[in-house]
């Protein structure tokens, strides 16, 4: 499959699938932030990238990505994305979250979970989602399970936003102080705007 180099160099520093999920915009706090998903290959190359799906499974949604159903379905990506961060910043900050703001998500769980079953594989068991064919949905549908799954923790300890950029990210540090998404996205352009303000 043709590699995507702007998918490649999205750095993963969530610490969870639907937190590298929703830092796939350049930027929360900036409205001229760039959108990493321009088209629905976009989106379908950065799951393969987060091993949702197989190669062949890619091919096949990216040989209806220039559809107006592609299209549609991106939008339907891009709606979830907003919403899941809205409820999960809200987390990272310890606000309330009441039934309004879960309803979006739980529209989603009703369209997406008749479809995972488990599956015996030699000596484990893993979970698939049985689509029809070519379904778009398939490439969603590991990130509605993830988002879920962490919201159920019920843990907001280390859930973070970066002041900076806005991404959200799983403090996994001992000392749990950690401030950024990544010293190398946001960390060191301010650490060097300070010294350059302390030093002029």
């Not at 937190?19 to 393969?48: G, H, I, K, R």
């Not at 280390?158 to 959200?168: F, H, M, T």
Request: proline content about 2%; aromatic content about 12%; charged content about 25%.
């Amino acid at each position: 499959m043709v590699k995507n180099n702007k998918i490649d160099e999205i750095i993963l520093c969530g610490g969870r699938l639907c937190l590298d999920f929703v830092n796939t915009v350049s930027s929360w706090t900036e409205e001229s932030a760039t959108d990493y998903f321009a088209n629905l290959s976009d989106f379908a190359y950065w799951c393969l990238r987060m091993k949702c799906i197989d190669p062949k499974e890619c091919e096949k949604v990216v040989a209806k990505a220039e559809t107006n159903e592609a299209q549609v379905f991106l939008e339907e990506v891009k709606a979830f994305r907003q919403h899941v961060y809205t409820l999960l910043l809200r987390r990272s900050t310890h606000q309330k979250i009441s039934s309004s703001h879960l309803s979006f998500l739980n529209t989603q769980l009703q369209s997406y979970i008749p479809y995972v079953a488990l599956e015996s594989y030699a000596n484990e068991i893993k979970r698939e989602w049985k689509f029809p064919k070519a379904d778009f949905r398939v490439l969603l549908a590991p990130i509605v399970y993830d988002a879920y799954e962490l919201l159920l923790k019920n843990d907001t300890g280390r859930l973070k936003n970066c002041p900076k950029c806005g991404w959200l990210f799983l403090d996994t540090t001992k000392n749990g102080k950690r401030k950024w998404c990544s010293m190398q996205m946001c960390g060191s352009n301010v650490k060097a705007l300070e010294w350059y303000h302390r030093n002029k």
